[in-house]
Every structure is written in structure tokens, then in C-alpha cells.
């Protein structure tokens, strides 16, 4: 994966993508920012899922 900064995320999404816990909702989110100056949220969260299932083998 490649690094990207995290401060190029507006506040209230990075808040809301930390606090969730829900993979189905997190994926339910990722197909609401669906334009091109999304592209850093959805990686984001994408990042978000795949430490919640990480964590849900161990």
C-alpha cells in the first residue's frame, strides 16, 4: 500500500471512519465517496477494513 497523507482528509469523515466498527457500514460509506477527490477517503477506509478483519482472526 502506498502512504498518503492523512491530512488531506476533512476532519469530520477521518473521525467518523475511526469511530466505526462495522465493516458493512464502513463499505456502505466507501460507496457514498464515489468522485475522483475522494480517492484518499476511500483508500482510508479501505485501509479501516482491513485492520477491523485483521483483528477479527486474531
Not at 476533512?10 to 475511526?18: A, G, S, T, W
Not at 477506509?45 to 482472526?57: A, D, P, S, V
Amino acid at each position: 500500500m502506498t502512504p498518503f497523507d492523512i491530512t488531506s482528509i476533512p476532519d469530520h469523515i477521518y473521525v467518523k471512519i475511526v469511530e466505526t466498527e462495522d465493516i458493512a457500514e464502513l463499505i456502505a460509506m466507501k460507496k457514498l465517496y464515489t468522485s475522483k477527490k475522494h480517492t484518499l477517503v476511500r483508500e482510508a477506509i479501505g485501509q479501516r477494513i482491513e485492520n477491523l478483519r485483521y483483528h477479527q482472526k486474531n
